[in-house]
């Protein structure tokens, strides 16, 4: 299937040879392996890990530091960049910035958009 494509799943699986019938839940086979998550995350070139909350913040001297409720349990990596600026990363993604003062995550370039390279002059 073509990325981006217009066709419905029922054209799909027709064209698989599954003859256009039934639904895709019934061709569907549950992995042998289980989901176990990811294990701990560890920050060791950061200056303290947090936790973030339920409802997405970590907590920093008693200030509630908003980043997102989709991080909500995972640990992220917390390092000193500056005399009171704080960098956010989570695996090896750094996420934003925050100072002590505004209690909210500057957000920095997207990490996960894809890396495109320039094309060569030929």
């Known amino acids: 299937m073509a990325a981006g494509s217009t066709l419905g799943p029922y054209t799909i699986l027709a064209e698989l040879g599954h003859g256009g019938m039934g639904v895709p839940g019934e061709l569907y086979t549950a992995s042998p392996r289980p989901y176990r998550g990811l294990g701990d995350l560890d920050y060791p ?4 890990t ?3 909350t339920h409802c997405g913040r970590i907590c ?3 200030r509630k530091i908003n980043l997102s409720h989709v991080f ?12 009171s600026i704080w960098l956010v990363s989570v695996m090896h993604y750094d996420l934003g910035y925050f100072d002590h003062e505004a209690c ?3 957000p920095i370039d997207n ?5 495109l390279l320039p094309m060569s002059p030929e």
């Open 50 to 52: 947090a936790t973030i």
């Open 72 to 83: 909500a349990g995972q640990r992220v990596g917390v390092k000193q960049v500056s005399e």
């Open 104 to 106: 909210r995550l500057e």
């Open 60 to 62: 920093y001297y008693r």
């Open 111 to 115: 990490p996960f958009t894809p890396k």
């Open 45 to 48: 070139f950061h200056d303290w």
